[in-house]
T-cell receptor, first 116, second 113 residues
Framework: DTEVTQTPKHLVMGMTNKKSLKCEQH?????MYWYKQKAKKPPELMFV???????INESVPSRFSPECPNSSLLNLHLHALQPEDSALYLC???????????????FGEGSRLTVL | LAKTTQPISMDSYEGQEVNITCSHN???????ITWYQQFPSQGPRFIIQ???TKVTNEVASLFIPADRKSSTLSLPRVSLSDTAVYYC??????????????FGTGTRLQVTL
C-alpha cells in the first residue's frame, strides 16, 4: 500500500466555522507533512511531524492547528480562516532515517478548501 | 538551503525528448537532487533522484555534472500525458525531516500533437 489518503477532497467553510482535514498512510512512514498550494504556485511547507512530534512549523498562523494522533494519522484543524486561506492542502509522508531512506515524499491528492 | 532555478515553462511535441535544466549553485556536499511531477489538482509524484553523474529509471534520466551546480531531467519521447509541472528539489534527503525540502517555482511542460 503506497497511498496517502486525504479527506475530504473538497471543503467549503465560512470564516466562523471549525473544520478538520484528515490524512492517513499505512506505509510505516514516521514523518508526515502538511503543504499548502495556491493556484499556479509551488507547494509551501506548513508543518512537519517526525515520530508523532511536531518538528517544523513554518510560522503558520494559529488558525491552523496540526495534530498527529498516531504514526498513521495526521489532522489539520481549521478555525476562523480567511478567504485567502483557500487553497489545495496536501499531506505527504516519508521514511525517517535508515540507510536506504531516499527522503521520497509520498503525497495525497489533496483537500481543496474554499473559505467564504 | 540550496535555492533552485528552473525555466518557467517549456513546450514540446509528442514523441520528442525533453530536457529540463535546474540550476542550484549553492548545493551542499550532502544534498541530493530530486525531481517531482505534478498534474493539476493532484499531489506531486517522485520521478527520480541523484547525487552525481547519471541516473536512469523507467521514466526519466537525470544528468548531473561534476560540479553539481546544475542538473538536467531528461524525458524520452514525451506524450500528451507528460503535460505537467516539474519541480527540482535540492536537499539532504537522507537526513530525513531535519532537512526540509522547498519546492521552487517549477517548470510547466506543455506537450502537443
Amino acid at each position: 500500500d503506497t497511498e496517502v489518503t486525504q479527506t475530504p477532497k473538497h471543503l467549503v467553510m465560512g470564516m466562523t466555522n471549525k473544520k478538520s482535514l484528515k490524512c492517513e498512510q499505512h506505509m510505516g512512514h514516521r514523518a508526515m507533512y502538511w503543504y499548502k498550494q495556491k493556484a499556479k504556485k509551488p507547494p509551501e511547507l506548513m508543518f512537519v511531524y517526525s515520530y508523532e512530534k511536531l518538528s517544523i512549523n513554518e510560522s503558520v498562523p494559529s488558525r491552523f492547528s496540526p495534530e498527529c494522533p498516531n504514526s498513521s494519522l495526521l489532522n489539520l484543524h481549521l478555525h476562523a480562516l480567511q478567504p485567502e486561506d483557500s487553497a489545495l492542502y496536501l499531506c505527504a509522508s516519508s521514511q525517517e532515517g535508515g540507510r536506504r531512506n531516499t527522503g521520497e515524499l509520498f503525497f495525497g491528492e489533496g483537500s481543496r478548501l474554499t473559505v467564504l | 538551503l540550496a535555492k533552485t532555478t528552473q525555466p518557467i515553462s517549456m513546450d514540446s511535441y509528442e514523441g520528442q525528448e525533453v530536457n529540463i535544466t535546474c540550476s542550484h549553485n549553492n548545493i551542499a556536499t550532502n544534498d541530493y537532487i530530486t525531481w517531482y511531477q505534478q498534474f493539476p489538482s493532484q499531489g506531486p509524484r517522485f520521478i527520480i533522484q541523484g547525487y552525481k553523474t547519471k541516473v536512469t529509471n523507467e521514466v526519466a534520466s537525470l544528468f548531473i555534472p561534476a560540479d553539481r551546480k546544475s542538473s538536467t531531467l531528461s524525458l524520452p519521447r514525451v506524450s500528451l500525458s507528460d503535460t505537467a509541472v516539474y519541480y527540482c528539489l535540492v536537499g539532504d534527503t537522507r537526513a530525513g525531516t531535519a532537512s526540509k525540502l522547498t519546492f521552487g517555482t517549477g517548470t510547466r511542460l506543455q506537450v502537443t500533437l
